[in-house]
C-alpha cells in the first residue's frame, strides 16, 4: 500500500508565500510521476503541476512563473514551493502519486486573504 501525508498549507497574506510537502510511503517505484492538485469551494478538482521521477515539469497557465515543484527521490518527497500567492489560489491542495495506478493524499488546506 501507499500513504501520502501532506504539510505546510495555512493562511497567508495576498502577495505570501506557502511551502507544501508531500511525502510518500509503502511501495514505491522508482518510475513514478508525484504532483499537486486542487479543489476551490464549488469547482472541480484541478491539476497545479507535476514531476516525473526524472525531473520533467508541467504547471498549470495559472501558476506559471509563481509556483514551483521538485521532489527529492531519496525520500519518496515532493514540495510545492508557492509564491505571490492570490486570492484565487484559496483551495484544498492534494498530492498525487501516479504509479500504474493513483493515489491521493488527504489534502490540506491553503488560504490566501487580507
Known amino acids: 500500500q501507499v500513504q501520502l501525508v501532506e504539510s505546510g498549507g495555512g493562511l497567508v497574506q495576498p502577495g505570501g508565500s506557502l511551502r507544501l510537502a508531500c511525502a510518500a510511503s509503502?511501495?514505491?517505484?522508482?518510475?513514478?510521476?508525484m504532483g499537486w492538485y486542487r479543489q476551490a469551494p464549488g469547482k472541480q478538482r484541478e491539476l497545479v503541476a507535476t514531476?516525473?521521477?526524472?525531473?520533467?515539469?508541467n504547471y498549470a497557465d495559472s501558476v506559471k512563473g509563481r509556483f514551483t515543484i521538485s521532489r527529492d527521490n531519496a525520500k519518496n518527497t515532493v514540495y510545492l514551493q508557492m509564491n505571490s500567492l492570490r486570492p484565487e489560489d484559496t483551495a484544498v491542495y492534494y498530492c498525487?502519486?501516479?504509479?500504474?495506478?493513483?493515489?491521493w493524499g488527504q489534502g490540506t488546506q491553503v488560504s490566501v486573504s487580507s
Open positions: 498525487n502519486l501516479q504509479q500504474f495506478r493513483t493515489y
Open positions: 514531476i516525473t521521477s526524472g525531473g520533467s515539469t
Open positions: 509503502g511501495s514505491i517505484f522508482s518510475i513514478n510521476v
